[in-house]
């Protein structure tokens, strides 16, 4: 399934794959197309995919690079967990924990970060940067560490130091900024024009958004070709819930695996719910808030993606609901002691 174009999500105008993400058209935010698979037996691709390396890239047929670079971190492929105690306390027949702690730098983020470091490199840049509040930062400096690639990021000055130890360990310059997340981000995205830098969250984030869709490849596959009936993510930005539906959708529209797709959740912190609290009063755009929880990671107050994660949740039968900071701690506490899983705030 080669990548084709980027497309606006909003008004569909198309345009080469190269660093840019917002239309010039509509300003709407642009994604990754690619060419149909129309015709490829289902099975071969199954076989295509677990003859490839343990990492993310096996689905390197669904992404817009094709081969990771030399030195690439081994990411993705991480542990889906039957959490059977965890799912009697809830009063879930069948639940499954996915830990993406088994990535290199412990979160997620490492397969975003991976997919459009690798693109930025094919797009000939040497320097990598972010706006971040800890975990991007973190696989930031490691992924560009190992690619032997300086590295800049740019934080919240009020950033809990502990959340970016990792970052200046692995040689990349920490930039304190005044101000919350949002206004960083609106920093970086002005010196994206400014200097030739790859921001992997900014110039090349329909790249980056990319990469979160290998999460849900993973769970098809470890749950043998099949779709759950109910997800959860964690919705900061919503790239992450959003890239999860279009994966399946993918994947179905090429027949690796068939039925609806599941009912699509996503769980915000009360302190920073614009998403949460646009689904509740049954709006379509999230009015954006100023974020005070301690789930820094999710605190995003404007986020890019929520009208599309609200139409997500909404055409699945899906929700997106807000747990407060003691609730976040409750829940921390209820998954170690029953799964032996610890987690961070954001989940």
Not at 127 to 140: D, K, P
Request: hydrophobic share 40%; glycine share 8%.
């Amino acid at each position: 399934m080669p990548p084709k174009s980027l497309k606006c999500k909003e008004c569909q105008e198309e345009y080469p794959l190269e660093a840019i993400y917002a239309c010039s058209r509509c300003f709407g935010p642009l994604e990754v197309s690619y060419e149909a698979l129309d015709g490829r037996d289902p099975e071969e691709l199954k076989r295509r995919i677990q003859a490839g390396s343990n990492t993310l890239w096996r689905y390197a047929d669904f992404l817009p690079v094709q081969r990771p670079p030399e030195g690439a971190l081994p990411t993705g492929m991480t542990p889906l967990i039957k959490a059977d105690r965890l799912g009697r306390e809830l009063g879930i027949d069948e639940l499954w924990i996915k830990s993406e702690t088994a990535n290199p730098t412990h979160s997620f983020k490492d397969r975003v970060v991976a997919v459009a470091m690798a693109r930025g490199l094919e797009l000939g840049f040497t320097t990598f940067a972010c706006a971040s509040t800890g975990n991007l930062a973190n696989a930031v400096a490691a992924h560009a560490a190992a690619a032997g690639a300086p590295a800049w990021v740019f934080i919240p000055a009020d950033l809990e130091r502990e959340k970016i130890t990792a970052t200046a360990i692995h040689g990349a310059r920490v930039i304190g900024v005044k101000g919350n997340y949002d206004q960083v981000n609106r920093m970086c995205s002005e010196l994206a024009h400014e200097r030739d830098w790859a921001f992997v969250n900014v110039n090349l984030r329909p790249y980056y958004a990319e990469g979160s869709k290998t999460l849900a490849y993973e769970i098809a596959e470890q749950l043998d070709w099949r779709l759950p009936n109910h997800l959860v993510a964690p919705v900061a930005s919503g790239s992450l819930h959003t890239r999860m539906g279009k994966a399946f959708d993918e994947w179905r529209d090429c027949g690796l695996v068939s039925g609806p797709l599941p009912a699509m959740h996503g769980a915000q912190a009360a302190g920073c719910s614009p998403v949460a609290t646009a689904f509740e009063e049954g709006a379509d755009f999230c009015r954006p808030v100023k974020p005070d929880t301690i789930a820094r990671s999710l605190a995003i107050g404007d986020p890019a993606d929520g009208p599309f994660a609200l139409e997500l949740a909404r055409r699945t039968g899906g929700a997106i609901e807000s747990a407060t900071d003691d609730e976040i701690r409750e829940g921390i506490s209820l998954l170690a002691k029953t799964t032996g899983v610890f987690t961070e705030t954001a989940g």
